[in-house]
């Protein structure tokens, strides 16, 4: 079956930065595009950020663009996001998940397009 496990969360100050890594097994990692997204104590889960199969196509979230870089290394099997600039209201349980297919051109944002998801890793941001 196909198993995500997220890694790299923790507590840090506002302005520090983390990266979060999710390894994947199961399938064929390289053949579908992921996604992060992260949910907040009384809130919604929220898009975060995905990339396609290839790593070339990126998305973003408003709120992190410019912050946050999700990248992959498909011979590691492992999907990446590097947080800078930290600000409090990025504390959530961080998700990854895997894409339906391999290549977003829209509905990237949303999370029924995912079929398969990590345990999460928690994220706090102190000021």
């Known amino acids: 079956q196909v198993q995500l496990v997220e890694s790299g969360g923790g507590l840090v100050q506002a302005g520090d930065s983390l990266r979060l890594s999710c390894a994947a097994s199961?399938?064929?990692?390289?053949?579908?595009?992921m996604g992060w997204f992260r949910q907040a104590p009384g809130k919604e889960r929220e898009f975060v950020a995905a990339?396609?199969?290839?790593?070339?196509?990126?998305y973003y979230a408003d709120s992190v663009k410019g912050r946050f870089t999700i990248y992959r290394d498909n011979a590691k099997n492992t999907v990446y996001l590097l947080m800078n600039s930290l600000k409090p209201e990025d504390t959530a349980v961080y998700y990854c998940?895997?894409?339906?297919?391999?290549?977003?051109?829209?509905?990237?944002?949303?999370?029924?397009?995912?079929?398969?998801w990590g345990q999460g890793t928690q994220v706090t941001v102190s000021s």
């Open positions: 998940a895997t894409g339906r297919r391999a290549y977003f051109s829209s509905g990237y944002y949303a999370p029924e397009e995912y079929d398969y």
């Open positions: 199961g399938r064929t990692f390289s053949a579908y595009a």
């Open positions: 990339i396609n199969w290839n790593g070339i196509s990126t």
